[in-house]
């Protein structure tokens, strides 16, 4: 089935680096992306968004790049801090918008 | 309204008990969903409610799941005769009608653990 993944499960980086999470998606139509962060022992919190029709949105510290001839979105996020540190997700809707696709997450691990 | 609401936090049961979880979504929200999550997984869609019909089922609701949403309000996720591979998170999530991934509220979830 469709399926909507990501290239590594950890990424480590220093506090003050910027931080590139990434995913890949194998429905080319879809048209609609969420990226969520999950801190431990909390429900998944919405990030950012972006449409099909975009290549990339900007929001306060990241931003999401989307390149839909190779399947790929990525997260980008600027000046990484300690509160940054958690799991973050790719999804996109299915069914109708009525439910959410997860992948299975990168670990975002922040050194100070 | 501080959010979705989810009850308990942490549930510790025997194999073959049943268990019930609670979820108390956003006020104003027509659409609640509850999903799986186990260990370094992504959480996994089960069922999606709107107003109290119950629309959707993914497979992974076996029969010994049942969800309820009686009022259109809360909503119940019961487990019957629980197995150790029940053991995951239960996350509910509600949203209105239109909104996209923003819109899109989850609680902190239920942890349940089957011994």
């Known amino acids: 089935g469709e399926s909507v993944g990501l290239h590594l499960p950890t990424l480590s980086v220093q506090e003050g680096d910027n931080s590139i999470i990434n995913c890949a998606y194998s429905n080319s139509a879809s048209d609609y992306f969420i990226w969520y962060k999950q801190e431990s022992g909390k429900g998944p919190q919405f990030i950012i968004d972006i449409r099909s029709n975009m290549d990339k949105r900007q929001g306060q510290r990241v931003t999401v790049l989307l390149n839909k001839t190779v399947k790929h979105l990525s997260l980008q996020i600027a000046a990484t801090q300690p509160g940054d540190s958690a799991v973050y997700f790719c999804a996109e809707p299915f069914s109708g918008r009525r439910a959410l696709t997860f992948g299975s997450g990168t670990r975002l691990q922040v050194q100070p | 309204d501080t959010g979705v609401s989810q009850n308990p936090r942490h549930k510790i049961t025997k194999r073959g008990q049943n268990v019930t979880f609670r979820c108390d979504p956003i006020?104003?929200?027509?659409?609640l969903y509850w999903y799986r999550q186990t260990l370094g997984q992504g959480p996994e869609f089960l069922t999606y409610f709107q107003n109290e019909a119950q629309l959707e089922k993914s497979r992974l609701l076996s029969d010994r799941f049942s969800a309820e949403r009686p009022k259109g309000s809360f909503s119940t996720l019961e487990i019957q005769r629980t197995e150790q591979g029940d053991s995951a998170m239960y996350l509910c999530?509600?949203?209105?009608?239109?909104?996209?991934?923003?819109?899109?509220?989850f609680g902190s979830g239920t942890r349940l653990t089957v011994v």
């Open positions: 999530a509600s949203s209105f009608d239109g909104q996209g991934g923003s819109g899109y509220t």
């Open positions: 006020s104003e929200h027509n659409r």
